[in-house]
């Protein structure tokens, strides 16, 4: 069943209902203005048969983190109405900024396909990071670790010498204090021999 119904989606964005799923089709940009339609799209088409929204991303030409935030309000609407949601085919820079808000694991779930009926199951997900660049990331972070402690080494060995220039600039201070006393204690003996 196909709702193109004007009003309730804008220009570019399609919804498909089975009895239980909702999947919306978006094409386009999804960005800051889509927090005047989304969220009461999807207060308005919760009921008691649905159990599942489908955001099918596949056609999406843009999306920002004004994006990012209105899908999490999305998704915390449907979590606090028992609903899973599920995004298909999200475009890589999606993917991306996902992983780096680090909120993947909300919106992307690997595990949810158990939750549908056979005649019902999604696409699977698309894998959410490229484990040649974590492992990348790995190798930058162990690096960097790293790093820091040789600079760490390099400050403390720093300090050390620091430690020892002021220990021998107060040993050398004795001295000369020291030095000056007896000079003053002979030139005070040398007057005293004096007729």
Do not use: K
Not at 48 to 64: C, K, M, P, Y
Not at 76 to 86: K, V
Not at 101 to 124: E, F, H, K, M, W
Request: charged share 35%; with cysteine; glycine share 4%.
């Amino acid at each position: 069943m196909t709702d193109d119904s004007p009003g309730r989606l804008p220009r570019g964005a399609r919804m498909h209902r089975t009895a239980s799923t909702v999947t919306i089709i978006l094409s386009g940009e999804f960005d800051l203005m889509a927090r005047y339609w989304m969220p009461d799209f999807i207060v308005d088409t919760i009921d008691a048969t649905l159990r599942h929204i489908v955001l099918d991303l596949s056609e999406l030409a843009f999306i920002d983190v004004a994006g990012l935030r209105i899908l999490l309000d999305v998704h915390d609407i449907s979590i606090r109405n028992g609903i899973t949601l599920t995004l298909r085919r999200p475009p890589s820079c999606l993917v991306w900024l996902l992983d780096t808000c680090g909120v993947t694991d909300l919106l992307i779930d690997d595990d949810s396909g158990s939750q549908y009926r056979d005649d019902d199951q999604p696409p699977a997900h698309i894998p959410t990071a490229d484990p040649a660049r974590h492992s990348t990331a790995d190798e930058r972070g162990r690096a960097a670790d790293e790093r820091d402690r040789a600079a760490d080494e390099r400050d403390r060995a720093a300090d050390e010498r620091d430690r020892q220039i002021n220990d021998h600039q107060r040993w050398e201070d004795i001295r000369e204090d020291r030095a000056n006393q007896r000079e003053r204690d002979l030139e005070a003996r040398e007057r005293s021999d004096l007729p």
